[in-house]
């Protein structure tokens, strides 16, 4: 599934309302980990995750279409990608998960 994903351009993800308007499934991390670009429904996100910097964000089908034709049309999926790639790299990887697991301990 991972090699899948980082082949892949673009990524859609749909929370489900269980939790409210907080967002942040694995998959939002998953498909950002793996450099493609995070295309998910409006939502509270984590820390880095940010509409037009590190992912893009719709409120309907509609929408999710248009954003999908401009981001492959003039290539800013890419950019947006990179930067969604670089703040789990930087922000989420192990040695922080460490350090907040052992603040909280």
């Known amino acids: ?3 899948q994903l980082s082949r892949a351009k673009i ?3 749909a929370a489900i309302d269980m939790a409210g308007g907080d967002r942040g499934n694995m998959r939002c991390f998953e ?4 450099g493609a670009l ?3 429904d409006a939502g ?7 509409d037009g910097q590190t992912m893009r964000v719709y409120d309907d089908a509609e ?8 981001s492959l049309g003039d290539g800013s999926w890419k950019g947006i990608a990179t930067e ?15 350090e907040k697991f052992v603040s909280l301990v």
């Open 1 to 3: 599934m991972y090699a």
């Open 11 to 13: 990524v859609i993800n």
């Open 31 to 34: 498909a950002m980990g793996a």
């Open 38 to 40: 995070l295309l998910t």
């Open 44 to 50: 509270n996100y984590p820390p880095g995750m940010v």
């Open 63 to 70: 929408e999710t279409v248009e954003i999908i034709k401009q």
């Open 84 to 98: 969604g790639h670089t703040t789990i790299r930087t922000e989420y990887n192990k040695e922080k998960q460490l």
